[in-house]
Each structure stands twice: as C-alpha cells, then as structure tokens.
C-alpha cells in the first residue's frame, strides 16, 4: 500500500498524538488506514515504554571536578619537565668531565689470550731533521730484496779472497786469517799440501769467497777438517783423526765430529 | 556597544547559565549540580544510541569530561542541556564507531523476544523493538532517543544533532520509516 507524504506524515502524527480523538477523526477520514494508525500506535508506544530507568551507578562513577582536573599533570607540562631534565643531565655529565677532570673509563679488551709475538722487522731510524721535521733513514737495500746488507765488521762476513794458482794449504790459512781476523790452529799432523780449486780456478786468478765457503772449499780440496772453535777461531785437524767424518762413518754425536788426539 | 557585549546582553539569564558562570568562576560544586541534573538524560540518550548499560556509563562519563574541558567555549546561545546532549550525541557515536563489532552481538534475551515467523507486526514487544533498533544506524537510533526518550522538540533536536529544524524533522521521518520496515522484515524473516 502506497501512502503519499503529506497522509505519512499525518498517520504519524495521529499514531504520536495522546489525543484518542485524533487517532478516531483520522480513522474516520482515511478508514483504509486505519490498520496502519494502529501499528503505528503500537510501535510509536513501545518505543516510548522502553526507555532505560536511569543508571544508579552513576552517581558513584569518576565525577570531573576542578579539583580533580587541576590534580591532573597536564602532558605537556610532563613532556617539558622531562626535556629539562634530560638537558640537565647532559650539561651536569659535561662540566663533571670538563671541569673535574673525570676521564672516561678505558675499554678493556675482551680477549684475554696472549697476543702472539710479533715479527721482528728492521724498524726505520728516525732522526730530526734541522728545518724541525722529522726524517726516516730506510736500511740499505741490496739487490736481491729488502734483506739488509750484511755487516762487514763481523769476521765471518768479509770476503775472502784466494789466488787459483798453485795455493798450499798452509798459504791459503795464512790468507784466510789475515783477511778474516781469525786465527787457524792447526795439528802437528796436519801435512802442507797443494791445492786444487778445481771449477773455481777456472774463473780467473784470484777468487773471492766467503768465510765459509773459502773454509768448505779447503776442505773440499785437501784432506783436512775445519771446525768452528768459537771465539778462539778455527781449528784444522786431519781427516784421518776424524772418526765420524762424513764419509767415513755415521753421525753419532749429533752430526759434531770428535777428534781423537794421537800419540 | 560591540557586538560582543550585545551578545552577552542577550544571552538568557537561567539557573543553568549561572552554574555554568560559577563553575568557569572556579566554583567546583556548581558542576557537581550539572552533572546531577543531567546525568541521567545523558545516560538515556547514550543507551539508546549504543543500546548497553556499560558502554553508555563510559559514553556519559565521556560526555561530561569533554563537557567540563569545553566549559569555556559554551557562548549560552542555546540551552546548556542542548550543548550537553550535541556533545553526548557526538561521543556516543563515536563510541559506537569504535565498538562497531559490539553492535553485531544481539543478547539471547533479545534473540527470544523477536517475534515468531509470520507474526503480526502490530504484536511485537519491546524486545523485538530493540532487536529493530540494533539493526539501525547510531545517527537514527540518536534521532529517535532524542525525540521519543528525551521529548524534545525538533528546534533542539536540531541543535543536538547540529542541523536545521527541518533536516532534523526529515532525519525523524526516515529514521522512523527504517525502523518500521526493519520491524516488518523482522516480523516476515523465516
């Protein structure tokens, strides 16, 4: 059923009005609405039944008073007091180590392993130089690498050098000791024999060598050991005294040759 | 005289208006007799916009807290009640914005009063009203408090809800027409 507007708005008013009279005058006017007024009545009354009772409990809930409101920290005045603070703390933190000297506690290293030593390389001399400024002397480098050139004061480090032609054994001692500082001591029964440099006489007259190596090729070419006597220098035995030479025996003293004093 | 002082000079001299004066004076006492006066239709409005005791507690506390933070922005251009129940109105939607999830839920007591199949709606109780009322929007349950709750008229209710006299009259009239015909669906639903 279709109502207009106007005769809606009407039928609510006729459903609303406490008047019975109005409900009776609108039923008699528009009698084919009269099962609508009264819905509309029905509904229009529940409705208005089903109002709530008043809360009880709400006497006793948080009532907003001027004096509760002003116990209230507004946030802002929180927030503020909490900048303030935070600025003070840092200022406060500063001067205690700017103007009492408090240092700030080293770090301590976590590892508690000994560090492993650390290589030995040649460290640069440093010198002050006259304009104030400071001057690095790099060792020499020779021409193989970085190794240092050798020292020449000590002995074993001077080089040798031998003549190639018709060189005994007690002429070539002789120069070895007074190139190299060392004295040679050398047994009674070592005899003064020739010598043949072999390859190295090849190379020209004369043949520069290291101590050691002008030692290893004396005993190469005669029948002689040399040993390393310390501080005392080199002492020459023959071969025949020297029961565990290379090629005569094995090494029973740790590769050390003993020497058996005859007679 | 400015146009300020000649809206003060205008503004209507009540009980109401003089609380309002003597509470912005400092006076605590004079909000408590507000809130006495007027807890209990705030409560009205808010129950009948959220349709639960405890959130309408919450909604009326709410309303007054925000009422007591504004106080000084109330300009007396209208009834102190009116200002009151725009606010309510405003923070119990909001409420039922927030707990929209709530409005989903129908009590068993409800669920039991919806009448049977077929049913005459000219029979239903108060229980299958509110079961129509549950379905509706906060804005017309807000509508329908104001004006068959509370009884005011559309002026105020125009005020409450913060539009003209007429819109708050057409407001009534389509909210009233939803909940009739959610009252007959109810009533046809198998």
Known sequence: MKIDRDTDELLWAAAESPDDSVREQFAKRYPHLRAELATRRTMVQVLRQSKPNANLNLAERYLPSARNERRAFPRLAWIGAGSVLLVGLAFGSFAVVRYFGVKPREEKSVVSAPLPAPELKPRPVIEASDSGEMKSIVPPVNERGTAPRPDESNPANKPIELPTKSLRLMRALDLISKQSGLAFTVLPDVKDQALELGDAGALGPTVTLSLQEAVDLIERCASVRILDNGTEGYLVLPMDKVTNAPDTSANESGGMPSVSRGG | ?190
């Open chain 2, 1 to 190: 005289m400015t146009s300020e002082a000649a809206e003060i000079a205008n503004i209507p001299f009540d009980e109401e208006t003089a609380l309002v004066r003597r509470c912005l004076a400092g006076d605590a006492a004079a909000f408590d007799r507000l809130y006495a006066r007027y807890r209990d239709k705030v409560y009205v409005l808010a129950m009948g916009i959220l349709m639960n005791p405890d959130d309408a507690a919450d909604a009326v506390q709410e309303t007054f807290s925000l009422a007591y933070r504004n106080l000084p922005k109330f300009r007396a251009k209208s009834r102190f009640g009116t200002w009151l129940f725009r606010i309510a109105v405003n923070s119990a939607i909001q409420f039922s914005r927030r707990h929209k999830y709530r409005s989903r839920l129908t009590s068993l007591d409800d669920a039991a009063a919806v009448p049977a199949p077929g049913g005459d709606e000219r029979n239903f109780d108060e229980g299958a009203l509110r079961a129509a009322m549950a379905c509706l929007k906060p804005e017309d349950r807000a509508v329908l408090t104001l004006f068959y709750w509370e009884g005011l008229p559309l002026e105020e209710i125009g005020e409450s809800l913060g539009c003209a006299p007429n819109a708050a009259k057409t407001r009534l009239y389509r909210a009233r027409e939803r909940l009739r015909s959610q009252l007959r669906k109810e009533s046809a639903s198998p």
